[in-house]
Every structure is written in C-alpha cells, then in structure tokens.
C-alpha cells in the first residue's frame, strides 16, 4: 500500500511530528480559573458583520449622488421639451386664428412661382394678377401646415411676429434687383 504524503513527508525529514495542545483564551491563567480582576469573555455565537470600508461608502455615497443628479437632469430636460412643445402648439393655434379666411389662395391660379424654403426650392400657384403684387412686396407667402398660403403685407408681419419661421417668402423689390440683375416675373 501506499503511504500517505503525511507520512512520506515525516520520514523524509520535511514535516515534524507535534502534537496540537488546545487554545487557551488570552485573559484566563493556566489553573484555567479566571482572577477576579480580569474580564470573563465569551466567545460569540454570532460572528460580527464585516465593516465597511470608508471608501465603499463614499463610494456609495458617490453613487448615489450622481443617480440623483442624472435623473434631475433628465427631469429638466422633460419639463423644457413639454414647455417648447407647449409654446409651439400656442403659436400654431395663433397663426391658425391669425389666417383663417385671409387666405388669397385661388382655384383657378396657373402660374407657378417659385422660392426657396428649407434648402429645396418650392412653388405657389399664383394667378395673372397676383404675380406682380407678390414680387412687388405687396404679398407675401406664409405656411400653415404645410401648406403654402398667399396673404397681404400687413396678415405677413403679423404671422412674422407670432413664428418668425411661418413667413417663407417676402419680396423686396429694391432687395431683389440688387442681389442679381434677373427680373423676378421670369416664370421659370
């Protein structure tokens, strides 16, 4: 059979042999009676709960405080987002009320005119009559959901003031003639 490694260990000199005395407390003499002067401890039944590191509680702490921050932060951002959308919905309803029934859009207009609006080019359908009046500042092009409507100067510096980004076209003739020497009644 084979030895155990306890044994191989004792025969070749590595390992001693001893004999396990047991543990005495640290307060009680040798007669194993306590003196009357030094406190009788007991060992306790419960092992104490592991102590936290003051680094895990900042740590913690840490934690904690930036949660806190970040979800005031998101809180903000919500309220600013509703309170826009709020006031956007105000302006739209304003603008509605302000171009109800002054719209000069007609049925039978024919001729495109065209602008640019939000980088591409656009178009409005005027009529004979109107194209003159628009280019000669007397209209003006306004959009109301996504729609483009021919109004008069004064029902355009209105809705200007309610959504400065409502009013998409607005001729000035003296403007016009000196960014490019081509005439603006060109239908193209």
């Known amino acids: ?25 640290a307060n009680v003499p040798s007669n194993g009676v306590p003196s009357k002067g030094a406190p009788h401890r007991h060992a306790p039944h419960k092992p104490a709960p592991p102590r936290r590191e003051r680094s895990e509680i900042d740590l913690a702490k840490a934690y904690a405080i930036r949660d806190s921050s970040e979800r005031a932060e998101r809180d903000r951002a919500q309220r600013e987002l509703e309170q826009r959308a709020r006031e956007k919905k105000e302006r739209r309803q304003r603008l509605t009320q302000l171009l109800d029934g002054k719209a000069q859009n007609a049925q039978d207009a024919d001729i495109a005119r065209h602008f640019p609006h939000a980088n591409k ?23 109301l959901a996504g729609r483009y409507l021919i109004v008069d100067i004064g029902t355009a510096k209105a809705a200007r003031d309610i959504d400065p980004e409502a009013l998409v076209l607005l001729c000035d003739p003296m403007e016009g003639a000196a960014e490019d020497d081509v005439p603006s009644d060109i239908v193209w």
């Open 121 to 143: 080019i656009r178009r409005v359908y005027v009529t004979q009559a109107q194209l003159p009046r628009l280019n000669g500042g007397e209209l003006a092009v306004v959009q």
């Open 1 to 25: 059979m084979s030895e155990s490694l306890r044994d191989q260990l004792l025969k070749s000199g590595l390992a001693r042999k001893f004999k396990a005395e047991p543990a005495k407390p």
